[in-house]
C-alpha cells in the first residue's frame, strides 16, 4: 500500500543531510523556560472496531489505545512532545492551526527530514493561542491520516468561562468494505471531483456515540474534522447550540448554529444548552447530503440547572496582529483544474495524477519540491490573498503558521473572522488579509487530501 518508491527514498535521503544539529528544541523558548517531560507519541499499526462487528486491519494511530490522544496544552506554557516512529514508512507530525516556529512546522524537506521507521524526533514550543486545533502526518498524508492518524488539539485558557461539562470530538471516515477492511483510500475520477468519500462515518471513532451532560447546563462542544475529504453542514437538534469559536478562535459575535458549512481541517466550537428534562437529548447533525446523518447525541442527565447561555462570559481573542489593508500588498491566488494529467514521482509520495493547481501550478506530493515559492513575503508586512476558486468545487483552503483574517467575500457577507483554513465555494472570490509575521516557508493548500496531493498545494516564503 505505501507509495514510496526506491528512487524516492534515495531523494528523501540526500535531501536529510541538509537538516544538521542544532535542530531540536529551538523556537520561542527563552533560556530559562525549562522544556517539559515530551509527550510519547508513538506511530503504531493496530487493530481497531470502527463498524461495531469486528477487528479493522491495519489501523494507524498514535499510542495503542484507539484513537490518537486528544492533546492537552495551555495557552503560552511550553509544551513537548516525542514522536517515535513505529510504522513502517517515514512519518512527521504538522501541528495544524498552531503558530509556532517554522522547523517545528512537521513538513518533510520544508521544514524538518523525515522520521524514519524506528526513528524519533522532538517536538517543543509554546502554544500562542488558545482554542481546538490539530495534529496529523505530513508524508503519505491521504494512507497515513485516512487510516487513522488525525488526532485533536485542546489549547487552553485558564481565563475561559467555566462551562458545565467540555466534549472533545473528532469527526473522520474510513474507506472501509462491507468485511469491515480497508479499500483502496481514492479512485481517480472522485480525485478529479470533490474527492473520494468514506464509507464508515464516525465520531470519536465510534459510530453515533452519546455523551451525558448536566440537564439544563452549557457544554463546551470541541469539533474537529480531520476526515481527508468530507464537508460538513452542522446543524444541532434537540438543544440550543450556539457558535463561540472557529477554527481555534472565538467568533466577533455569537450566532445560533444553522446549516454551519466547514471543510476539513476546519473546527468548531459550540456552547450547547442541554435540555431540561432529564433522559432529554441533543442530536449533532450533518445535513449535507440529502440523508441527514446523525454525528452524535448529548443525553441530559440530573435535575436542571436552568443555566442560561446568555450568562457565559466571552472568550478572549487570540493575539493575532491585524492586518492593515491600507498598506497591504495583493497576492493572487487562482484555484483551478489543470489540464496536465501526469504526475512526478516526488517524496512523500504521490498519488500518479495531477488535476488541480494554484496559479497554474500543478504541485505535486505533500510538499512542493523541487518549485519556489508561490511568492516572497516581507517580515512583519500586511497582505491580503485575492483568492479565487475557478473550479465548481468547494476547497478549504489552509495555510500553515499564520493566521489570517477573512476581510470579504464576492459571495456572502462575512464577519471579519480568524482563521486558518477557509473553504473557499465555486466562483467565490475572498480577499484574506495577514501580518507576515512568522519567518520561513509555509504550505498552503487545500484540506481534501487528494486535492493537495493531485496538484492543490504549494507555499509562501517569509523573510
Ligand atoms: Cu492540516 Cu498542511 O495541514
Ligand atoms: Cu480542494
Same mark, same amino acid.
Given at each position: 500500500?505505501?507509495? /514510496?518508491?526506491?528512487?524516492?527514498?534515495?531523494?528523501?535521503?540526500?535531501?536529510?543531510?541538509?537538516?544538521?544539529?542544532? /535542530?531540536?528544541?529551538?523556537?520561542?523558548?527563552?533560556?530559562?523556560?525549562?522544556?517539559?517531560?515530551?509527550?510519547?507519541?508513538?506511530?503504531?499499526?493496530?487493530?481497531?472496531?470502527?463498524?461495531?462487528?469486528?477487528?479493522?486491519?491495519?489501523?494507524?494511530?498514535?499510542?495503542?489505545?484507539?484513537?490518537?490522544?486528544?492533546?492537552?496544552?495551555? &495557552?503560552? #506554557?511550553? $509544551?513537548?512532545?516525542?514522536?517515535?516512529?513505529?510504522?513502517?514508512?517515514?512519518?512527521?507530525?504538522?501541528?495544524?492551526?498552531?503558530?509556532?516556529?517554522?522547523?517545528?512546522?512537521?513538513?518533510?524537506?520544508?521544514?524538518?527530514?523525515?522520521?524514519?521507521?524506528?526513528?524519533? /524526533?522532538?517536538?517543543?514550543?509554546?502554544?500562542?493561542?488558545?482554542?481546538?486545533?490539530?495534529?496529523?502526518?505530513?508524508?503519505?498524508? *491521504?494512507?497515513?491520516?485516512? %487510516? !487513522?492518524?488525525?488526532?485533536?488539539?485542546?489549547? #487552553?485558557?485558564?481565563?475561559?468561562?467555566?462551562?458545565?461539562? #467540555?466534549?472533545?470530538?473528532?469527526?473522520?471516515?474510513?474507506?472501509?468494505?462491507?468485511?469491515? &477492511? $480497508?479499500?483502496?483510500?481514492?479512485?481517480?475520477?472522485?480525485?478529479?471531483?470533490?474527492?473520494?468519500? !468514506?464509507?464508515?462515518?464516525?465520531?470519536?471513532?465510534?459510530?453515533?456515540?452519546?455523551?451525558?451532560?448536566?440537564?439544563?447546563?452549557?457544554?463546551?462542544?470541541?469539533?474537529?474534522?480531520?476526515?481527508?475529504?468530507?464537508?460538513?453542514?452542522?446543524?444541532?437538534?434537540?438543544?440550543?447550540?450556539?457558535?463561540?469559536?472557529?477554527?481555534?478562535?472565538?467568533?466577533?459575535?455569537?450566532?445560533? +448554529?444553522?446549516?454551519? &458549512?466547514?471543510?476539513?481541517?476546519?473546527? *468548531?466550537?459550540?456552547?450547547?444548552?442541554?435540555?431540561?428534562?432529564?433522559?432529554?437529548?441533543?442530536?449533532?447533525?450533518?445535513?449535507?447530503?440529502?440523508?441527514?446523518?446523525?454525528?452524535?447525541?448529548?443525553?441530559? =442527565?440530573?435535575?436542571?440547572?436552568? %443555566?442560561?447561555?446568555?450568562?457565559?462570559?466571552?472568550?478572549?481573542?487570540?493575539?493575532?496582529?491585524? =492586518?492593515?489593508?491600507?498598506?497591504?500588498?495583493?497576492?493572487?491566488?487562482?484555484?483551478?483544474?489543470?489540464?496536465?494529467?501526469?504526475?512526478?514521482?516526488?517524496?512523500?509520495?504521490?498519488?500518479?495524477?495531477?488535476?488541480?493547481?494554484?496559479?497554474?501550478?500543478?504541485?505535486?506530493?505533500?510538499?512542493?519540491?523541487?518549485?519556489?515559492? +508561490?511568492?516572497?513575503?516581507? +517580515?512583519?508586512?500586511?497582505?491580503?490573498?485575492?483568492?479565487?476558486?475557478?473550479?465548481?468545487?468547494?476547497?478549504?483552503?489552509?495555510?500553515?503558521?499564520?493566521?489570517?483574517?477573512?476581510?470579504?467575500?464576492?459571495?456572502?457577507?462575512?464577519?471579519? /473572522?480568524?482563521?486558518?483554513?477557509? +473553504?473557499?465555494?465555486?466562483?467565490?472570490? =475572498? &480577499?484574506?488579509?495577514?501580518?507576515?509575521?512568522?519567518? !520561513?516557508?509555509?504550505?498552503?493548500?487545500?484540506?481534501?487530501?487528494? %486535492?493537495?496531493?493531485?496538484?492543490?498545494?504549494?507555499?509562501?516564503?517569509?523573510?
Amino acid at each position: 500500500m505505501s507509495v /514510496f518508491t526506491r528512487r524516492n527514498l534515495l531523494k528523501a535521503s540526500a535531501v536529510a543531510g541538509v537538516y544538521g544539529a542544532g /535542530f531540536g528544541l529551538a523556537g520561542r523558548f527563552s533560556q530559562a523556560e525549562a522544556v517539559p517531560e515530551p509527550q510519547i507519541l508513538k506511530t503504531t499499526k493496530i487493530d481497531a472496531n470502527l463498524t461495531g462487528t469486528g477487528a479493522t486491519k491495519d489501523v494507524l494511530s498514535y499510542g495503542t489505545d484507539g484513537m490518537p490522544p486528544v492533546l492537552r496544552m495551555r &495557552q503560552g #506554557e511550553a $509544551f513537548a512532545a516525542r514522536l517515535i516512529n513505529g510504522i513502517d514508512e517515514p512519518t512527521t507530525i504538522h501541528w495544524h492551526g498552531l503558530r509556532i516556529p517554522n522547523n517545528m512546522d512537521g513538513v518533510p524537506f520544508l521544514t524538518q527530514p523525515y522520521v524514519y521507521t524506528g526513528c524519533k /524526533f522532538d517536538y517543543a514550543f509554546t502554544p500562542p493561542d488558545a482554542g481546538t486545533f490539530w495534529y496529523h502526518p505530513h508524508c503519505n498524508t *491521504l494512507i497515513q491520516m485516512g %487510516h !487513522g492518524m488525525t488526532g485533536v488539539i485542546v489549547v #487552553e485558557n485558564p481565563k475561559d468561562p467555566k462551562f458545565d461539562s #467540555e466534549i472533545v470530538i473528532n469527526l473522520r471516515d474510513w474507506r472501509l468494505g462491507g468485511d469491515g &477492511q $480497508f479499500i483502496a483510500q481514492f479512485r481517480p475520477r472522485d480525485t478529479a471531483k470533490s474527492g473520494t468519500y !468514506g464509507t464508515v462515518r464516525t465520531a470519536n471513532w465510534q459510530l453515533e456515540p452519546q455523551y451525558d451532560a448536566p440537564a439544563g447546563g452549557l457544554v463546551r462542544l470541541r469539533l474537529a474534522i480531520t476526515d481527508v475529504t468530507r464537508i460538513y453542514s452542522f446543524r444541532m437538534e434537540g438543544g440550543e447550540a450556539t457558535v463561540i469559536a472557529i477554527d481555534g478562535n472565538p467568533v466577533p459575535k455569537r450566532f445560533p +448554529l444553522d446549516l454551519l &458549512q466547514l471543510g476539513p481541517g476546519q473546527r *468548531l466550537e459550540l456552547a450547547v444548552r442541554m435540555p431540561d428534562s432529564e433522559g432529554a437529548v441533543a442530536t449533532l447533525v450533518d445535513v449535507r447530503s440529502s440523508n441527514p446523518k446523525t454525528l452524535a447525541t448529548l443525553r441530559a =442527565v440530573g435535575n436542571s440547572l436552568k %443555566h442560561d447561555i446568555g450568562d457565559l462570559a466571552p472568550l478572549e481573542a487570540n493575539p493575532v496582529k491585524s =492586518v492593515d489593508p491600507s498598506s497591504a500588498e495583493h497576492i493572487q491566488l487562482i484555484l483551478s483544474a489543470t489540464a496536465e494529467n501526469t504526475a512526478e514521482n516526488s517524496i512523500c509520495g504521490s498519488l500518479g495524477y495531477s488535476f488541480w493547481a494554484i496559479n497554474k501550478v500543478p504541485w505535486q506530493g505533500d510538499t512542493s519540491d523541487p518549485t519556489a515559492p +508561490l511568492s516572497e513575503l516581507k +517580515l512583519g508586512k500586511s497582505y491580503v490573498f485575492d483568492m479565487e476558486n475557478v473550479t465548481p468545487h468547494a476547497h478549504p483552503i489552509h495555510l500553515h503558521g499564520m493566521s489570517f483574517s477573512v476581510l470579504s467575500s464576492s459571495v456572502r457577507d462575512v464577519m471579519p /473572522f480568524v482563521s486558518d483554513t477557509y +473553504l473557499i465555494q465555486p466562483d467565490e472570490k =475572498v &480577499q484574506l488579509g495577514l501580518v507576515a509575521d512568522n519567518p !520561513g516557508d509555509w504550505l498552503l493548500h487545500c484540506h481534501i487530501i487528494e %486535492h493537495q496531493k493531485t496538484g492543490m498545494t504549494s507555499y509562501l516564503r517569509v523573510v
